[in-house]
């Protein structure tokens, strides 16, 4: 168990290395007026989750745990939003569009709304 929670953090601080060079590359070619170098990691993290599970799904199968260093190590440390569009994908395809919807508005909705209410409660303490 200690080696899997080591690799796991190892993948985990590649993927975070990953996301802080590409979002400051972005960042330093087109300025800081809008936020494209976390939109560049959050669609290419996207991409990226969705090619990788669906070559382990179909093309390339691996162990349970390359699969779990893979996505939730790497991929979410690089974003977590491409961990909530997996989510989401998979509930469409099981459930349907519904769940999957309700979970993206969720996770927008009460993010923002859990934003603001702490930086809310920050300012009164």
């Not at 382990?56 to 190590?73: C, D, H, S, Y």
């Not at 996770?107 to 009164?124: C, I, P």
Request: one cysteine or more; aromatic letters at 10%; hydrophobic letters at 60%.
């Amino acid at each position: 168990m200690f080696v899997k929670l080591l690799l796991l953090a190892l993948a985990g601080a590649m993927g975070t290395l990953a996301r802080y060079g590409l979002a400051l590359s972005v960042e330093r070619y087109n300025g800081a007026s809008f936020p494209l170098g976390t939109l560049a990691v959050n669609v290419l993290g996207c991409f990226a989750v969705g090619m990788i599970w669906a070559l382990f799904e179909n093309k390339w199968p691996v162990e349970p745990q390359t699969r779990m260093l893979v996505l939730v190590g790497f991929m979410g440390a690089f974003t977590t939003f491409s961990a909530i569009m997996l989510e989401s994908g998979e509930l469409a395809k099981a459930s349907g569009w519904l769940l999957a919807g309700a979970n993206i508005l969720l996770h927008n909705g009460l993010g923002v709304a859990a934003l603001f209410g702490g930086a809310a409660l920050a300012r009164v303490s």
